[in-house]
């Protein structure tokens, strides 16, 4: 066992990041911050993907991590996405943590084969024998004006697998507690960063090992007349518009829904109790999205205090659109105003 | 200047009548041939058990090993208790070896997950794949985290002949080439992918040259001779185990049987052939060798047959009253702590159940 030896020496080292003081950072900052820590904790995280180590990520959450941590626990794979998903479902096996990157969403679907036949299903189809505890980043979303297929948010596609959890950070606080706890999971996390709000806020956040609890939703603004859910980068524009409703004498409940996978219903059935309103907001295309699932559960279990229809703002059922017309598939806050203000106008 | 593929030529201890062509290395003894003989012959016995058991009703869809029990004898005899195994689903030897109850093999042919919850030297294998070649990259991060805990065990996967056409195989290879891996790929080349016959699954002359391009080692034996499939996995994992990288062997076999109990294999390939391929079957070859070795006999073979006999039929009676799962074994198994929503699932499932009266 030579090399855990050498895992050890390695986490010997001061790895240059206090506990004790808060850090102002971005959330790619903060996802750096975590994948640090958790190869810091234990030495059976591993994290591998295309460009991750000598060039630390396209993104440059890996960056610092070889340097840190070693070439044998950080590794740069061939450019094989379904090797990637492949590959991790056997070191999870063998009881390592695998953190895969997966360079962007729209290059994931390689990887679906071994996400939905196979990581989903280790620990059930082995009665508990072997276990999955691996984890699939990939930076998702559109606003960057990126090329075709650097764009797209399926992650309904996810959603729909049992047996996974399907995780999406919308601050720095968030990407670092629920990266830590996605990696801490004894069970597969499909974890996607929406790439748009990479770089636009810092939040100031302890690198103190603490990890956000998973399958929860998070309640970012109390509010009384309308419940206003989403994940990932809209929940920016859902929160500006909450304040431009508040303006307008609307008091708006935001929730950031984070696990989209299981879903914590109870949280968003209690706000809709409370408000008797409400609009779901997602990025992605409309049909057979997580807003409608989300829909379908609220009509099933809180349909007696709906004082409106549950509204759904979406992306059009088509393919992102390149470039130029970006701003096209896009939702505003400005939209999220309006449907909010014609709900609570309607008798 | 001239451009040419060298043409591989398939290792061979036992040829088809029985004769050594090549001397038995120092590991080929006679206790290992006996060992082999005797696991050959109760897989066959087990094999056509288990048919039987699907044509009555008594077991969900089988693919039949028929024809190919030296390979899985050989992986199963020359790989270690320290290795992990990762089979494809005609593996029914190398499970057996490694210590997988005939019963249990049945409970999962016959339809219940309990069937892959292996104990003892199996307990890091992988259960049977079935989306082909996906298996090959599982057996790639088992290699990784092997290499990478600097652990002397080695991962051994197998496929058959289709499976190599596939994206997962490729990767696989690639990797195992690149990052030195200790891992094995053993193909079971039964010349059959269901319907289609090996000669247009791919324009490579031999499977075993795809290695060349992944920079790895590959090369064919003859996987109806046990003591070539066992050499070579003796070979390939030594040099797994001292740091040496990957090894892809080919052994050249024949698909006796259907595809599984599903298929009906006269309708693409003729009797003739299949003929052909019984005169070089494994374990008559073997018979034929122990005989001239003069170290078997009549007597010997039948109370063998007798004893597989009475072992697959003690595993059959056993599999038999298998209870069923209970309901809740549906929702245990997704994650470690089962969430809200399948509690509340499990629970309406099994007052469902329940009021059926259980069943």
Redesign the interface.
């Known amino acids: 066992?030579?090399?855990?030896e050498?895992i050890k020496t390695l986490n010997t080292d001061d790895n240059n990041v206090s506990t004790k003081t808060p850090h102002a950072v971005t959330m790619i900052e903060a996802i750096n911050l975590a994948l640090h820590r958790a190869m810091y904790c234990d030495p059976n995280v591993?994290v591998l993907g295309e460009d991750v180590a000598t060039n630390g990520g396209v993104f440059r959450a890996t960056v610092g991590l070889k340097e840190q941590f070693g070439h044998?626990?950080v590794?740069d794979?061939?450019l094989?996405e379904?090797?990637i998903?492949?590959?991790?479902?056997?070191?999870?096996?063998?009881?390592?943590r695998?953190v895969a990157e997966i360079q962007f969403m729209g290059f994931i679907y390689a990887t679906m084969?071994?996400i939905v036949?196979?990581a989903a299903r280790l620990?059930?189809?082995?009665?508990?024998?072997?276990?999955c505890p691996m984890v699939l980043r990939a930076p998702y979303g559109g606003g960057i004006h990126a090329p075709e297929h650097h764009s797209e948010s399926t992650e309904a596609l996810f959603a729909h697998i049992?047996?996974i959890r399907v995780v999406i950070p919308s601050s720095p606080t968030r990407a670092y507690g629920l990266l830590l706890s996605a990696i801490e999971d004894?069970?597969p996390v499909i974890f996607l960063e929406p790439k748009r709000i990479y770089r636009m806020v810092k939040q100031e956040i302890y690198d103190d090992g603490v990890g956000l609890p998973l399958?929860t939703c998070y309640t970012l603004r109390q509010g009384e007349d309308i419940t206003l859910i989403s994940w990932g980068a809209m929940i920016h524009e859902t929160l500006q518009a909450a304040t431009q409703l508040k303006k307008q004498g609307i008091s708006a409940e935001v929730i950031d829904v984070a696990t989209i996978s299981?879903?914590d219903?109870?949280t968003l059935i209690a706000s809709v109790q409370k408000t008797g309103r409400c609009i779901i907001i997602q990025e992605a295309a409309r049909h057979c999205g997580v807003a409608a699932e989300i829909s379908a559960s609220l009509q099933e279990q809180a349909f007696a205090s709906l004082l409106s229809p549950i509204t759904r703002i979406t992306g059009s059922d088509t393919p992102m659109p390149y470039l130029r017309r970006e701003n096209l598939y896009m939702i505003s806050s400005q939209d999220i105003v309006d449907a909010a203000i014609k709900i609570m106008e309607a008798p | 200047m001239q451009y040419t593929t060298t043409p591989y030529q398939q290792k061979q201890f036992i040829n088809e009548d029985g004769l050594c062509v090549t001397p038995l290395t120092s590991h080929l003894d006679n206790a290992m041939l006996l060992e082999s003989y005797r696991a050959m012959v109760m897989i066959r016995t087990f094999d056509q058990r288990v048919v039987a058991l699907q044509r009555t009703g008594q077991m969900g869809t089988y693919a039949s090993c028929l024809g190919q029990e030296a390979i899985g004898t050989g992986i199963g005899l020359a790989l270690g208790a320290e290795d992990v195994f990762l089979p494809y689903y005609r593996d029914q030897a190398t499970q057996y070896l490694r210590g997988v109850p005939l019963e249990q093999q049945m409970q999962y042919w016959g339809g219940s997950e309990w069937g892959n919850h292996f104990t003892g030297v199996a307990a890091q294998d992988f259960p049977n794949c079935v989306p082909i070649a996906t298996q090959v990259t599982h057996a790639a991060g088992v290699a990784c985290a092997i290499k990478i805990r600097g652990e002397k065990r080695c991962a051994l996967v197998t496929c058959g002949d289709g499976a190599t056409s596939r994206g997962d195989f490729y990767e696989a290879m690639n990797l195992a080439g690149v990052w030195q891996l200790p891992m094995i790929m053993v193909v079971n080349n039964n010349q059959w992918a269901i319907s289609v016959p090996r000669q247009i699954q791919t324009g490579a002359t031999t499977i075993a040259q795809k290695a060349v391009a992944a920079g790895i080692e590959g090369f064919q034996v003859d996987g109806n001779d046990v003591c070539a499939v066992y050499d070579a996995v003796h070979y390939a994992a030594k040099k797994a185990h001292s740091g040496k990288g990957s090894t892809l062997i080919e052994a050249v076999s024949y698909r006796l049987g259907d595809h599984t109990t599903a298929d009906d294999a006269t309708r693409y390939r003729s009797h003739e052939e299949v003929n052909e391929a019984w005169k070089r079957e494994p374990i008559k070859r073997l018979q034929t060798c122990l005989h001239q070795k003069g170290i078997w006999s009549e007597n010997q073979e039948q109370a063998l047959l007798s004893e597989c006999k009475q072992e697959v039929e003690k595993s059959v009676q056993a599999y038999l009253k298998h209870e069923e799962q209970p309901v809740s074994d549906l929702f245990d198994y997704l994650f470690e702590e089962t969430p809200p929503h399948l509690v509340t699932q499990k629970e309406h499932a099994q007052q469902k159940w329940s009021t059926l009266g259980g069943k």
Not at chain 1, 1 to 4: D, T
Not at chain 1, 85 to 96: C, T
Not at chain 1, 123 to 131: C, H, P
């Open positions: 066992m030579g090399a855990q050498d591993v044998k626990r590794m794979t061939p094989a379904t090797l998903a492949g590959i991790s479902v056997g070191m999870a096996a063998q009881k390592l695998p084969e071994h036949s196979h620990r059930n189809r082995t009665r508990g024998r072997l276990t049992p047996g004894p069970d399958d299981p879903l219903i109870d």
